[in-house]
């Protein structure tokens, strides 16, 4: 039980300011980063009309989220920004499933991850709003219905990020709490693998889709 919240910390001076970095979180997103790379490099590696197995699956996950973001947004704007969702949603996926592996975390446990992909969608979000609408036309959304809603109109987008980021952090980090108070109580025995497998896998799953998907919501709204 002494694991629970024990954080493995640098700390340095900047500034006049100490800075704390999650050296775990960040071992671990150098990992996953690692992984995809070499995920990439196989499934583009001699890629011909008869695929091998890894371009099968590389493909397989290009096809499934461009098709969502088009679905989302349209053909045209899609293809830019289908690769940043597949490449979000396979980098949430695996980080998520880290877990399972004996003696690595999950990144997203430490909510600077998700918080810091949350601040990304949100910012690519409202970039991609201005671009399509204008400055003028997007400022003015915020006074609708009525130009004292501004501050709430506000808050209500600044508020996206934290809810998008803390249900990410909230299930990777509450499940890692469970298997451990369960591991413990009952000496590693048959119970927490399997607990494990649930929330490494199914919750991981899920979160990293709903992750997604909610980006690209995001998206939508703003550039429609």
């Known amino acids: 039980m002494g694991e629970l919240?024990?954080?493995?910390?640098?700390?340095?001076?900047?500034?006049?300011?100490?800075?704390?970095?999650?050296?775990?979180?960040?071992?671990?997103?150098?990992?996953?980063?690692?992984?995809?790379?070499?995920?990439?490099?196989?499934?583009?590696?001699?890629?011909?009309?008869?695929?091998?197995?890894?371009?099968?699956?590389?493909?397989?996950?290009?096809?499934?989220?461009f098709g969502l973001a088009e679905d989302a947004l349209d053909k045209k704007r899609a293809e830019k920004y289908g690769p940043l969702i597949c490449a979000l949603f396979m980098f949430l996926v695996l980080s998520n499933w880290l877990g399972i592996i004996p003696h690595l975390e999950e990144p997203t446990k430490d909510l600077n991850t998700p918080l810091s992909l949350g601040l990304?969608?949100?910012?690519?979000?409202?970039?991609?709003?201005?671009?399509?609408?204008?400055?003028?036309?997007?400022?003015?959304?915020?006074?609708?219905p009525m130009f004292f809603?501004?501050?709430?109109?506000?808050?209500?987008e600044l508020a996206k990020i934290v809810s998008i980021s803390f249900?990410?952090?909230?299930?990777?980090?509450?499940?890692?709490?469970?298997?451990?108070v369960v591991s413990y109580l009952t000496y590693s025995v048959v119970i927490?693998?399997?607990?494990?497998?649930?929330?490494?896998?199914?919750?991981?799953?899920?979160?990293?889709?709903?992750?997604?998907?909610?980006t690209v919501v995001y998206i939508s709204v703003q550039v429609k």
């Open 120 to 144: 990304m969608g949100f910012i690519i979000a409202h970039y991609a709003g201005i671009r399509s609408k204008g400055f003028k036309a997007y400022a003015s959304e915020y006074f609708q």
């Open 167 to 180: 249900r990410l952090f909230g299930n990777i980090m509450g499940g890692s709490i469970i298997i451990l």
């Open 5 to 65: 919240g024990r954080i493995h910390q640098l700390i340095f001076p900047l500034g006049g300011h100490q800075v704390s970095l999650n050296i775990e979180a960040i071992i671990m997103t150098w990992i996953v980063i690692a992984i995809l790379l070499l995920f990439g490099y196989l499934a583009a590696r001699k890629h011909g009309r008869v695929p091998r197995p890894m371009q099968i699956v590389g493909e397989l996950f290009v096809a499934q989220f």
């Open 149 to 156: 809603m501004m501050p709430l109109n506000l808050i209500g």
């Open 192 to 214: 927490p693998p399997l607990l494990n497998a649930f929330f490494g896998l199914f919750v991981g799953t899920i979160q990293a889709f709903v992750f997604t998907m909610l």
